[in-house]
């Protein structure tokens, strides 16, 4: 079965620091899709980015980045220079593919904070 | 804002009783998802549906049923409640059925069971 550990619950940071969000997964497929989404106060859940399991490149997107391990089954999100706006519950995601259809396995979240 | 509407934002209802939570996809979606998050269950796979017909199953009661109508909106239907059932509702929706196709979620229905 599909697994995805987040080990830390919550992060606390003051603004302007680097964070951090670990996330590992298990799975036994060899082609797989890993996502971040972000939930905010309010309650929906953003979408913020999705990478194929060939695709080991890192990727930044402004203050954000992705580090993806295979070798290590690891997919960790950095926000550089964090802000208030960045407090929120992150949730790391593995995508399945049951008999062609699609589904998510989540993680737990990591709540951020971030103070001033 | 992903696009994806679902009604009714909030919900209180009492144990035993039914409800019905609507979704409508983004235009052009053809899947949607259905998930539940709660406290101690955390983020579930429900079910997802691809033009009007089930594609995958999760951990979905059998007190709990959905279906994708032909202009694709979908409805969650949620029976014989109980206290355990109070969570806060997603839907999602896809262009297309595979996992090489984002999830995108609308804002949730909480469901309070009383």
């Known amino acids: 079965a599909q697994k995805v550990t987040q080990a830390q619950t919550e992060i606390s940071v003051v603004e302007k620091e680097d964070v951090t969000l670990d996330c590992v997964y298990e799975?036994?497929?060899?082609?797989?899709?890993l996502f971040w989404y972000k939930q905010p106060p309010s309650g929906e859940l953003v979408f913020l980015i999705r990478?194929?399991?060939?695709?080991?490149q890192n990727e930044i997107s402004g203050r954000y980045s992705w580090n993806f391990q295979k070798s290590t089954s690891s997919f960790n999100f950095t926000i550089t220079a964090s802000q208030v706006v960045d407090s929120a519950v992150y949730f790391c995601?593995?995508?399945?593919?049951?008999?062609?259809?699609?589904?998510?396995?989540f993680g737990t979240g990591t709540q951020l904070k971030v103070e001033l | 804002d992903s696009g994806v509407t679902q009604t009714p934002k909030h919900l209180i209802t009492a144990t035993g009783q039914r409800v019905t939570l609507r979704c409508s996809p983004r235009?052009?979606?053809?899947?949607v998802y259905w998930y539940q998050q709660s406290l101690d269950q955390g983020l579930q796979f429900l079910i997802q549906?691809?033009?009007?017909?089930?594609?995958a199953k999760g951990n979905i009661l059998e007190r709990f049923s959905a279906q994708q109508f032909p202009d694709l909106h979908s409805e969650l239907n949620l029976s014989s409640l109980e206290l355990g059932d109070s969570a806060l509702y997603f839907c999602?929706?896809?262009?297309?059925?595979?996992?090489?196709?984002?999830?995108?979620f609308g804002p949730g229905t909480r469901l309070t069971v009383t």
């Open positions: 999602a929706s896809s262009e297309g059925l595979a996992d090489t196709y984002e999830q995108y």
């Open positions: 799975t036994r497929d060899t082609t797989y899709y």
């Open positions: 990478r194929n399991s060939f695709d080991e």
């Open positions: 995601a593995l995508s399945e593919a049951p008999g062609g259809g699609n589904k998510l396995t």
């Open positions: 235009s052009g979606d053809l899947s």
């Open positions: 549906y691809y033009n009007g017909e089930e594609r």
